[in-house]
C-alpha cells in the first residue's frame, strides 16, 4: 500500500494542549511579529516622554499588563493583553537600560592632561582618533566613569594601537545638544555610547607602560586596526580605505568626495557593513563546507552536511560580526541566520517574519535606544518589505526554474536584482528623507550594478584577503577586489553626476519614522481592506515636512549663530568661532533653500532695515522681531517688536518684548522660532529633563 508521508512540520508546530497549547501560538506564529511592533512601541514610547518617569510606573503597568494576559489567556482577548504586555516589556527594558548607563562627567573648561588605555583608534582622512577607557585627568587621581573620545595631534606620528595606555594633553567638551530642536540628538547617542567627552589634542600623545592585558574589545581593536594598516599599505588610496571599510566597518578614512557620490547614488549601505555583508560572509561559509564536506563521502555517513555548513555559516557570521564592531544591522542579520540555523538542526521551516520579528526582540532587548536610529529603523524595514514581496511573487515567474536556459537565468536574476533594489528603496525611503534629509532617486539603478559586484567579486576576494594575510601574501587578493570597488565608486560618480541624483528635502517631523513604520507594517502585515491606510500612514511624514511651516528663526545651541529665513532664502549671522557643524546641520536640514551672510550693511529685503545697532524684521508700524547685533542695552528697543534677538549678551530688563540673547541657549540649547505668535521652542523644551540631556547653564536630570 502507497503511503504518503506527512508534510514537514514547521517550527512550531506541535503544539500541546491546555494552557500552553494557548500561549505557544502567540510566540510561535507569525504573531510573533505583533509582539515584536508591541515591544517596539513600548521602547518609543518611552523615549517620547519629557521626563524620566518613576520606576514604580513600569512595574504597576508591567503587573497590570500580566495580570490581564493571564485572565484573557482563554479568549480572543489574549492577542491583545499579549501584546500590551510586551509594550510594557519593552518600556521597562528601555529604562533599565538608561538606568544602568553611568552618570555624566564634569569636565574643566580648560586644557587637562588625561591618561588612558586605548580601545579603539579610527584612521580619519585628517588624522586620527583614539577612544580612552578607564581615564583620569591629572591632577584628579578618580578614574572616569565614561570614555573619552580624543582626535590626535596633525604632527603626531606615533602609531598607537588598541590596549595601550598613553597620556595626552587635550582639550575635552561634554557631547554637544542638537544643532535645533529635533535635529539629531548627539548627546543622547554619546549616552548609550558610554562616552563622557569629545576633544582634541593640544600635543603629541604619549606611550605609557602598562602591564594590562588587553580585554578582548582591546583585542579585537587591535586586530582590527592590524588589518586596515594592512590593506591600506597593499591598495591605498580611495580603493583601500573603502576596502578597509568593507572588511573592518570602520570608513572614517574614506575621502569625502567619494562617500558623497556614493550617498548620492544610494551606495553608502555598501560601505556600512551589514546585513548584506553577513549574508555574504555566511553564506560563502555555507557553500565551502558543504563542498568540503562532499569530498570525503563516508564522513556524510555519520553527518548532515547541511547541518554542520549551517553551523558554520552562522559561526562565520557571528565572527565577522564581532571583528567589524557588531553594528545593529549584523546583530539582526546574525540573529536571523542564528535561528534559521536552529530550525535545520531541528528539521523545522522557519517563516522569514518569524526570524525577522526573533531578531528584532532580540535587538531591542540588548540595545533598546537602537529603535531611535537610520540603521535599525533602515535595516528592518528593508528586509521586512522584501519578505512580503517576495512571498506574493515566489509562484510567478520570477522564481527559480530548472528548465530555464542560461541567457533566460541571467536576465530573470538580473530583473529580481532590480525589483530587490527598489523595494529596498521604497520601504527606506522616509526613513532616508528623515534623517539625511535626501532621497537618491537613481538607487535602484546603482544597486543593480554595485551589488551584484559586490557580492560575487569584492567580498569573496576580500574574506581571501583575510584568510591569506597570516602568511603575508593579502596583496594577491587585494588587486582584484581594488579592481571590483574601483567599478562600484565609478559607478557611484557616474549615478550621482546624473541631474536630480538626490534631491534635497526639508526636514521631516519628529513622528515621522513612527508613521513610517506604522505604514510599513499595514502595507506588508495587514489585510488588503487596511493597506490603503498603510500608504496614507506612510506618506504622512513627508507630506507634512511639505506642507508645515518652516521656523523663521534658528539660533545655535551655543549662541554663536542666528539664522534667518526671508523670501525662500536663509539669511545667516556668525561669529567667526561659530560652530561648522551647526552650520552644516542648519543647511542640510534647510532642504533646497539656499544660505546668505546677513549682513547690516547690505540688507537681503526690504523687510529687514538696519542701523548701527539693529536691524529691524517686518513692518515699521510693529515689527516682527529686533536683531541686535552687539552688545548694548535693551531699553530703547523694548517694547517695539514682541521678540528681541541678540549673540551678545544685553544690559538692562524688559517685560514688554521677549529678549534672547547669548545666555539664552546657554540655558536651554538652540532655539527655533515662529513669528506668528511669535512660537518659540527651545531644545530643552522638545526634549526634556532626561539624563542625556545636558547644558551649561543647568544640571543634568537624574
Not at 79 to 104: C, D, H, I, N
Not at 520 to 536: D, H, N, T
Not at 572 to 594: H, I, K
Amino acid at each position: 500500500m502507497l503511503q504518503v508521508p506527512p508534510p514537514a512540520p514547521t517550527l512550531g508546530a506541535d503544539r500541546p494542549s491546555g494552557l500552553i497549547g494557548r500561549v505557544l501560538p502567540a510566540v510561535a506564529t507569525p504573531s510573533l511579529m505583533g509582539l515584536a511592533v508591541a515591544f517596539g512601541g513600548g521602547v518609543a514610547l518611552y523615549f517620547a516622554l519629557d521626563r524620566e518617569p518613576a520606576s514604580w510606573v513600569a512595574i504597576a503597568a508591567g503587573l497590570i499588563a500580566a495580570g490581564l494576559a493571564v485572565l484573557t489567556v482563554r479568549t480572543t482577548l489574549f492577542a491583545l493583553t499579549a501584546a500590551l504586555l510586551a509594550a510594557t516589556a519593552g518600556f521597562s527594558a528601555a529604562m533599565l537600560r538608561t538606568a544602568a548607563q553611568p552618570p555624566l562627567l564634569d569636565l574643566p573648561a580648560r586644557a587637562v592632561t588625561v591618561e588612558g588605555v586605548v580601545v579603539s583608534v579610527d584612521i580619519l582622512p585628517e588624522g586620527r582618533r583614539v577612544r580612552l577607557t578607564g581615564a583620569t585627568l591629572l591632577g584628579e587621581g578618580a578614574k572616569l566613569p565614561r570614555d573619552l573620545r580624543i582626535r590626535l595631534h596633525r604632527s603626531d606620528l606615533e602609531q598607537v594601537l588598541p590596549g595601550e595606555r598613553v597620556r595626552v594633553r587635550a582639550l575635552i567638551r561634554p557631547p554637544a545638544p542638537p544643532a535645533s530642536p529635533g535635529a539629531f540628538d548627539f548627546q543622547r547617542h554619546a549616552f548609550f555610547l558610554g562616552l563622557g567627552g569629545v576633544g582634541f589634542a593640544l600635543a603629541p600623545a604619549e606611550r605609557l607602560p602598562s602591564a594590562n592585558i588587553p580585554r578582548t574589545s582591546a583585542s579585537l581593536a587591535a586586530l582590527r586596526q592590524t588589518i586596515i594598516q594592512r590593506v591600506l599599505a597593499a591598495l591605498g588610496g580611495t580603493e583601500g580605505s573603502v576596502a578597509a571599510a568593507l572588511l573592518t566597518g570602520q570608513r572614517q578614512a574614506i575621502p569625502e568626495p567619494v562617500l558623497e557620490d556614493l550617498r548620492r547614488a544610494g551606495l553608502a549601505h555598501l560601505l556600512a557593513v551589514s546585513g548584506l555583508h553577513i549574508g555574504i560572509v555566511a553564506g560563502l561559509a555555507y557553500l565551502v563546507c558543504r563542498f568540503a564536506l562532499a569530498l570525503w563521502p563516508p564522513l556524510l555517513l555519520h553527518l548532515s552536511a547541511k547541518k554542520v555548513a549551517a553551523v558554520v555559516g552562522v559561526a562565520a557570521g557571528f565572527g565577522y560580526m564581532l571583528l567589524t564592531g557588531s553594528q545593529v544591522p549584523m546583530r539582526r542579520a546574525v540573529a536571523m541566520a542564528a535561528l534559521v540555523a536552529l530550525a535545520v538542526l531541528l528539521d523545522r521551516r522557519l517563516s522569514a517574519l518569524r526570524a525577522l520579528a526573533f531578531a528584532a526582540l532580540v535587538v531591542l532587548t540588548l540595545q533598546p535606544e537602537a529603535l531611535l536610529g537610520a540603521s535599525f529603523q533602515m535595516s528592518f524595514a528593508a528586509v521586512l518589505a522584501l519578505v512580503a514581496v517576495w512571498e506574493g511573487v515566489r509562484r510567478s515567474w520570477l522564481s527559480p526554474r530548472r528548465e530555464r536556459g542560461l541567457p533566460a537565468r541571467l536576465a530573470v536574476g538580473f530583473v529580481a536584482v532590480l525589483l530587490t533594489s527598489l523595494v529596498a528603496s521604497a520601504a527606506t525611503a522616509p526613513f532616508v528623507a528623515h534623517h539625511f534629509q535626501r532621497v537618491p532617486l537613481y538607487g535602484p539603478v546603482a544597486n543593480a550594478v554595485a551589488v551584484p559586484l559586490t557580492s560575487f567579486w569584492i567580498m569573496p576576494w576580500g574574506l581571501l584577503a583575510l584568510a591569506l594575510m597570516p602568511l603575508g601574501l593579502e596583496p594577491l587578493a587585494l588587486a582584484p577586489m581594488g579592481w571590483g570597488i574601483s567599478a562600484v565608486v565609478a559607478v557611484a560618480e557616474t549615478v550621482s553626476s546624473w541631474p536630480l541624483a538626490a534631491p534635497a528635502l526639508p526636514a521631516t517631523p519628529s513622528w515621522t519614522p513612527a508613521a513610517a513604520a506604522l505604514g510599513l507594517v499595514l502595507l506588508c502585515l495587514a489585510r488588503p481592506v487596511l493597506k490603503p491606510l498603510g500608504l496614507v500612514v506612510l506618506a504622512a511624514g513627508p507630506l507634512a515636512a511639505v506642507l508645515s511651516p518652516q521656523p523663521d528663526v534658528l539660533i545655535a545651541p551655543d549662541g554663536r549663530a542666528l539664522a534667518l529665513r526671508l523670501e525662500g532664502s536663509w539669511h545667516l549671522l556668525a561669529r567667526p568661532d561659530a560652530d561648522r557643524f551647526v552650520l552644516a546641520q542648519w543647511r542640510q536640514r534647510a532642504g533646497d533653500l539656499p544660505f546668505h551672510p546677513l549682513s547690516p550693511r547690505l540688507p537681503p529685503s526690504p523687510a529687514i532695515r538696519c542701523d548701527g545697532t539693529a536691524c529691524l524684521i517686518g513692518p515699521d508700524e510693529r515689527p516682527n522681531a529686533i536683531l541686535v547685533l552687539r552688545e548694548g542695552a535693551v531699553a530703547p528697543w523694548c517694547g517695539r517688536a514682541p521678540l528681541i534677538l541678540s549673540l551678545e549678551p544685553v544690559r538692562g530688563r524688559c517685560a514688554a518684548s521677549i529678549v534672547l540673547d547669548r545666555f539664552a541657549p546657554w540655558r536651554n540649547g538652540a532655539y527655533a522660532i515662529w513669528f506668528e505668535g511669535p512660537e518659540i521652542v527651545s531644545d530643552a523644551a522638545w526634549r526634556g529633563e532626561r539624563p542625556w540631556v545636558r547644558f551649561p547653564g543647568r544640571r543634568p536630570a537624574e
